[in-house]
C-alpha cells in the first residue's frame, strides 16, 4: 500500500488530498502543529503532531517508506532545504506555490498591485512566462525561493503547483462569503465593482488533490498551472453562488473607477484579467458551478454557531470592510 505524507495535512488542502488518497486506497499521514479533534478516525488514517520549526522534527515523522511527500506549507527556501534533506526517504515531492508568483513585461506583480499598479498579464498565462526574482520581499517572492530550492537540489521527481483563488471545505479565505453572507443577510442587490466583469482565476482543491494524484506519477520534476476549466467573472461567480443557495438577487455592475475601486470589492476584484492556462497534464475535477456548492454547504454550516471572522481569519484580515452596507446602498442610489 503507497504511503503519503502531508505537511499542513489538516488543512483545506491536505483535507481534500487526503480524502482523494484514501479514496484511491493509499496509507496516509497528516502532521500538523495542533491536534485536530474534529479529524474523522479512519482506516489507513494517522495524525502526527509535528513543528517543522523543530530540527529533524520531519524526519522523524516521515520514517522511511513515504512514497509522495506532499508539503501544503512551505512557503520559503528554509522549508524547501527541509524537504531537499529527506529526500532520500520519499519517492517524490509534490509543494503548493501560488499563481501570484508571475509577473509583467514591466515587472509588476499581484502583491504589489496597490503601489505600482495592476500587472498586465497575457490571457491565459501559461507556466512559461517570467516569475518574480526569489527572495525575502513578498509572499511571491519568498514562494519562488521555495520553488528554485526544491527544483535545483532535489534528486527526486518534484511537482511544483501553482494555484489561483483557491476554494473548498474548510478554507479560512473562502471569497465566497461575500455573496453568501449577502444573500443570508437579505440584500437582494449586491453592487460589484468593474462592472462585475473582473477575472480571476478559481482553483478548486479538488482540482488540486486531483493534480497531486497526477504528481505521485511523475518520473521528472515539473511545473503545472492548477485552476478551473473556465475563468468566470464576478457577476458569473455571483450567479452560480446563488444557484447553489437557491436565492435570487441582482448582481449589479458599477462603473469602473480605477485601482482599487472604493465601493463594490470583492476577493476576486482586478482592474486586469488575471487567468492562467492550465497545465497540458491536468485533468480538471470539475467546473466552479459544479464544485462550488459543496463549499457553500461547509461555509453556512461552519458559520452558524460561530463568528464568521472566527471560521475565516484570512478573509477578516482585509484592509477593508467587506460588508460595508451603507456604501452598498449609496452606489445603488447612484446607479438609480
Same mark, same amino acid.
Given at each position: ?259 482599487? +475601486?472604493?465601493?463594490? !470589492?470583492? /476577493?476576486?476584484?482586478? #482592474?486586469? *484579467? $488575471? ?7 491536468? &485533468? ?22 460561530? +463568528?464568521?471572522?472566527? !471560521?475565516? /481569519?484570512?478573509?477578516? #484580515?482585509? *484592509? $477593508? ?7 452598498? &446602498? ?7
Amino acid at each position: 500500500m503507497q504511503h503519503a505524507f502531508i505537511l499542513g495535512g489538516t488543512g483545506q488542502i491536505g483535507r481534500a488530498v487526503a480524502d482523494r488518497l484514501l479514496e484511491e486506497g493509499w496509507r496516509v499521514t497528516l502532521a500538523s502543529r495542533k491536534p485536530q479533534s474534529a479529524l474523522d478516525e479512519q482506516p489507513n488514517l494517522r495524525h502526527v503532531i509535528l513543528d517543522r520549526r523543530d530540527p529533524g522534527a520531519i524526519a522523524l515523522a516521515l520514517g522511511d517508506d513515504a512514497d509522495l511527500l506532499l508539503d501544503c506549507i512551505a512557503f520559503n527556501s528554509a522549508d524547501a532545504r527541509q524537504l531537499v534533506d529527506v529526500q532520500n526517504s520519499v519517492g517524490t515531492i509534490c509543494a503548493i506555490s501560488s499563481a501570484s508568483v508571475y509577473r509583467d513585461d514591466a515587472g509588476r506583480t499581484l502583491d504589489e498591485a496597490r503601489s505600482t499598479g495592476f500587472p498586465e498579464m497575457p490571457v491565459p498565462i501559461t507556466t512559461t512566462q517570467p516569475t518574480v526574482d526569489p527572495g525575502d520581499a513578498t509572499y511571491s517572492t519568498r514562494k519562488v525561493a521555495m520553488e528554485r530550492t526544491l527544483l535545483d537540489h532535489c534528486q527526486i521527481p518534484v511537482t511544483i503547483l501553482r494555484p489561483c483563488a483557491i476554494y473548498g471545505p474548510h478554507c479560512r479565505h473562502a471569497r465566497e462569503w461575500f455573496f453568501v453572507k449577502r444573500l443570508l443577510d437579505g440584500r437582494r442587490e449586491i453592487p460589484v465593482a468593474y462592472g462585475g466583469m473582473s477575472r480571476f482565476h478559481t482553483s478548486s482543491v479538488q482540482g488540486i488533490a486531483a493534480a497531486v494524484m497526477a504528481s505521485a506519477s511523475k518520473t521528472a520534476s515539473t511545473v503545472m498551472n492548477v485552476a478551473d476549466p473556465a475563468a468566470l467573472t464576478v457577476g458569473e461567480i455571483g450567479l452560480a453562488i446563488m444557484r447553489a443557495m437557491g436565492v435570487q438577487a441582482n448582481v449589479v455592475g458599477l462603473p469602473d473607477r480605477g485601482y482599487p +475601486p472604493n465601493v463594490g !470589492v470583492t /476577493p476576486w476584484s482586478v #482592474a486586469k *484579467p $488575471f487567468v492562467v492556462a492550465p497545465s497540458d497534464d491536468f &485533468e480538471s475535477a470539475g467546473s466552479y458551478e459544479s464544485l462550488v456548492p459543496t463549499a457553500i454547504r461547509w461555509l453556512i454550516e461552519a458559520t452558524r454557531d460561530r +463568528p464568521w471572522r472566527e !471560521v475565516l /481569519p484570512a478573509l477578516a #484580515a482585509y *484592509p $477593508f470592510d467587506l460588508f460595508d452596507y451603507e456604501a452598498d &446602498e449609496r452606489a445603488l442610489r447612484v446607479i438609480r
